[in-house]
């Protein structure tokens, strides 16, 4: 059965084009938070695509070591980073299962201390189960959340495969009855009970935290905060969601 959804707009088979190596960490299941300067405007399944700017070595390296280190602090040592960062293809999908804020994720206890210091932007989209495409497909991006065309979709549905994370995770929702519960404001209570995680003050990771941003501001600054390796969509969708698309940057530890 397919994953429940919810999807504002004009959405039917939602992808964001993301810049590698972010793109491949997530669908690989390495990274499991994409941060945004917007939320989420849908729940359910996303699908990654990979923009065409090729990744410099000093990047690739630079969001390893950080992700080697916050999954150190959960005990993970052994990491299979991908061969590749392929470009300008359809890599695989996620399954976007809520978004809330950065103070919230920050002291969320109830999920693993890595994922938490993975909070670094404004907003938090929380993604599960994550698939790679066996061969991926050759496509142009755009800007924001927008829809594949349905021959592309119909023969990438047939073409997933299940991925082993390193850390798999499973958001809790704060009502089990409710699969739409996660959203800006839920986890409030958190963020008045708890304390932001005390492995940041770890030299070894402060200083990888640091690498990562520093690697992610190579594309906010350029072309006024917009990836220029992205085109901008021109398909028919709301004027609220064609704002949030225009409001989209590269934050850092993300795409």
Known sequence: ?????????????????????????????????????WPSPITGRLWIHAAGKIPDPETIKAMEDFYR???????ITDIKFPEHYPISRLLGCVEVVGCVTCEELVCWEEVPEGVRLEGQTNYCWLCEQPQRLIVPFEMRGFQGVYNLEKKIYEAAARGL?????PLPVKFPLP??????SLKPGSLVSYR??????????????????AGARAAATQ???QNG?????????????STRTRNKSKLDTDSPLNS
């Open 219 to 221: 594309f906010s600054k």
């Open 225 to 237: 905060s917009q990836p220029t390796a992205i085109k901008v969509q021109e398909m028919p969708v």
């Open 192 to 209: 008045s009970s708890s304390s932001p995680s005390e492995a940041e003050k770890s030299p070894r990771l402060a200083a990888a935290i």
């Open 175 to 180: 009502d089990p009855r409710d699969p739409f």
């Open 69 to 75: 280190e916050i999954y150190a602090v959960n005990g």
């Open 1 to 37: 059965m397919g994953s429940k959804s919810r999807i504002s707009g004009n959405y039917r088979n939602p992808c964001l084009t993301m810049h590698q190596p972010w793109a491949s960490l997530l669908v690989e299941g390495i990274k499991r938070i994409e941060g945004r300067s």
């Open 161 to 165: 495969s299940p991925v082993k994370a």
